[in-house]
């Protein structure tokens, strides 16, 4: 499995931006994707997952209301649209994927791949 991560650059606070992950070579018919993120000097943390086909999605209490995750099921693609982006939400964002539904969709652990991540500038 390899997943591409695309759709970083700079922006400005309050702007918005879009990522995408394409998953390519999946085999297991349920999975959970999901988004993380390590801000320079900080530990990789969770931002959003989505379980693939039912309708659940989970977000970390800092991107709740900010942050929408979804999926287009046809194109194996996951997307994360990031809006009022705040000077805190700068980081590498990286997708990962898990096969079956995981309950700890929140652990890096629980995922199996990952991508190669994209970075996210956000200026005050």
């Known amino acids: 499995v390899q997943l591409q991560a695309c759709g970083g650059g700079l922006v400005q606070a309050g702007d918005s931006l879009r990522l995408s992950c394409a998953a390519f070579g999946v085999t297991f018919s349920t999975y959970t994707m999901g988004w993380f993120r390590q801000a320079p000097g900080k530990e990789r943390e969770f931002v959003a997952a989505i379980r693939w086909s039912v309708r659940m999605t989970y977000y970390a209490a800092s991107v709740k209301g900010r942050f929408t995750i979804s999926r287009d099921n046809a194109k194996y693609t996951v997307y994360l649209q990031m809006n009022s982006l705040k000077p805190e939400d700068t980081a590498v964002y990286y997708c990962?994927?898990?096969?079956?539904?995981?309950?700890?969709?929140?652990?890096?652990?629980?995922?199996?791949?990952w991508g190669q991540g994209t970075l996210v500038t956000v200026s005050s």
């Open positions: 990962a994927i898990a096969a079956g539904y995981s309950v700890g969709y929140y652990r890096e652990a629980a995922y199996d791949y």
